[in-house]
């Protein structure tokens, strides 16, 4: 009799309260829109030179990586020294978004001057991505 | 009759949130995957174009990146605590300007190097050109 009455008594309690679980989802969502940027990365990995002034670069940026064998990446593919302005100016249409390049240490200097020199045509800002100096 | 169907009423007004908690998941998910965390930290050459007026007073400093790997300037090979020495130098009245000229097979990690050490030694302008 007992038993069977505790059993009853559990089946009707049985429900979950949702609405903590509600209340953390919608947290964590209102966290991800907010942090969401939507930035394409270059897709590949450089070894950064390491200098002495860093400052932290603004994260809404169009990147472009270049690697040491002297090649250009922009969002998982190679592309040519000119097609870097069209991308630019692609994605340049609303705001004035700055452009990092991420350089190899390794890569030819005369390159990333010809990298600079086309991407400022477009962009407000063009920075060099280092190493974290710690 | 009609009092009965008020009573029944209240008592069926409770919103079915599944569906909603179903589309917050999707959300989640999505921003979840589609969210990539850059945090660059680097160096910005904050130069004006080309085109636009140099003040006449102050002449650019040349700094050349040979291809073995040396940097040259006024025809003598200098190591990078050379190259902040001479910024400093020429900074007592008037930020500089800096040009760093590169030939090819010159490694883009010196040029760096030495846009970074103009940058502390308090250039004001800091240009890569490539000569050929």
Redesign the interface.
């Known amino acids: 009799m007992k038993v069977r009455k505790r059993l009853i008594n559990n089946e009707e309690e049985g429900d979950i309260n ?1 609405s903590p ?2 209340d953390v ?2 947290i ?2 209102i966290f ?2 907010v ?5 394409t ?1 270059p897709g590949i990995d450089v070894s950064r ?9 603004k ?1 809404n ?1 169009i ?1 472009f990586a ?1 690697s040491e064998k002297n090649k250009i990446f922009h969002a998982g593919n190679q592309v040519d020294l000119k097609e870097i302005s069209p991308i630019i100016s692609q994605f340049n249409k609303d705001g004035n978004k700055p452009v ?1 390049i ?13 990298m ?2 086309e991407a ?1 045509k477009f962009a407000p ?9 710690k | 009759m009609k009092k009965n169907r008020l009573v029944y009423k209240p008592e069926q007004t409770e919103i079915n ?1 599944s569906p ?2 179903d589309m ?2 999707i ?2 998910i999505f ?2 995957v ?13 130069y004006k ?1 080309s085109n636009s007026n140099v003040n006449q007073d102050s002449s650019p400093i040349f700094f050349t ?1 040979s291809g073995s790997g040396r940097i040259i300037s006024d025809n003598s090979s200098i190591d990078l605590e050379g190259v902040r020495q001479k910024v400093k130098n020429s900074s007592n009245s008037q930020a500089p300007s800096i040009i760093i000229q ?12 030495v ?3 103009a ?2 030694a308090g250039a004001k302008a800091v240009k ?5």
């Open positions: 949702v679980l509600i989802v919608f964590l969502l991800f829109i942090s969401a940027t939507f930035v990365l030179p390491k200098v002495q002034s860093t400052s932290s670069l994260k940026s990147l270049l990092i991420q350089v190899d240490k390794w890569a030819d200097a005369t390159l990333l001057a010809k600079i020199s400022k800002k063009v920075s060099l991505a280092t190493l974290k100096n | 949130v909603l908690i917050v998941f959300l989640l921003f979840i589609s969210t990539s965390f850059v945090d660059e930290v680097g160096i910005s050459s904050n174009d990146l590169v030939k090819k097979g010159a490694r883009a990690g010196l040029a760096t190097q846009m970074d050490q940058l502390i890569i050109a490539a000569i050929d």
